[in-house]
């Protein structure tokens, strides 16, 4: 690494944790526990689509795992609409000297007749930000060959019906760019609608526990000593993984 991408690195506001050469990002997320969770399957020259890569932890991932081909896309972190920027992703392509490709676009942009499909596409953390999550996911549908990973906020877990929660300002973590919490029932019915016929869960590994009562009554105790927010708006909620297959 130069001593000037070094120093370009302590200028930039880093969302992910990325090990650059001898240097760590300080990114806000804990990038390499979130791998972790996502339960990637072989990677080996497969094509990979990364929507929302913000600075491209996941794409530059995907490429050290042995993917023939990665595009990453954003559009709301690149066109600097929040407190991130494309610099991160710019840098790390070039310290990584890296092959991942970069588009410009909004997920209700994606269209095979322009991009192709992909293998396998990572869907992460976005759909719960997103207006119009039906509407995205048919698009992702549309440039998915294989498999989809999808890693998402979740809500109403006591539902017994496929559900969705509307935010419509700052309810969840006091940000107005999160829009939905659907549950897990709404999640497998819209995916099964755009076309995706195996879904599972692979986060949390055992759901039939970690949806539970019980166990939702402890995080959200947990998550009202740590972050003060109020126990009633986080004893539904969760994260989840979903594989879901063509």
């Known amino acids: 690494m130069t ?36 339960k990637l399957p072989d990677l080996t020259n497969k094509s990979v689509l990364d929507i929302g890569a913000w600075d491209g932890f996941f794409s530059f991932e995907a490429e050290k795992r042995g993917a023939s081909d990665v595009l990453a896309v954003d559009s709301f972190v690149w066109q600097d609409k929040t407190w991130g920027s494309k610099s991160g992703f710019n840098l790390a392509r070039e310290v990584l000297k890296s092959k991942v490709r970069d588009l410009e676009a909004e997920v209700y942009d994606l269209d095979p007749k322009l991009i192709g ?21 048919e698009k992702v549908a549309a440039v998915t060959r294989d498999l989809l ?12 019906t496929p559900s969705m929660r509307f935010y419509p300002t700052g309810e ?21 609608d755009v076309g995706f016929k195996k879904i599972e869960i692979t ?44």
């Open 172 to 192: 969840l973590d006091m940000d107005p760019s999160n829009w939905w919490g659907p549950n897990i029932l709404a999640l497998e019915a819209m995916l099964k």
């Open 3 to 38: 001593e000037k991408q070094h120093s370009r690195i302590n200028k930039i506001k880093w969302y992910h944790t990325i090990q650059l050469e001898d240097v760590s990002t300080n990114g806000v997320d804990n990038s390499s526990k979130r791998l972790e969770f996502l």
């Open 117 to 137: 499909q992909f293998d396998v596409v990572l869907f992460l953390g976005i759909l719960y930000h997103l207006k119009h999550p039906m509407l995205a996911l």
């Open 203 to 246: 986060y949390p590994t055992n759901p039939s526990i970690q949806f539970s009562r019980p166990y939702r009554f402890f995080r959200a105790l947990r998550h009202q000593l740590l972050s003060n927010r109020p126990f009633n708006d986080t004893l539904n909620q969760s994260r989840v993984v979903i594989h879901a297959w063509k």
């Open 149 to 160: 990973v999808l890693e998402t906020h979740i809500d109403l877990l006591n539902v017994k």
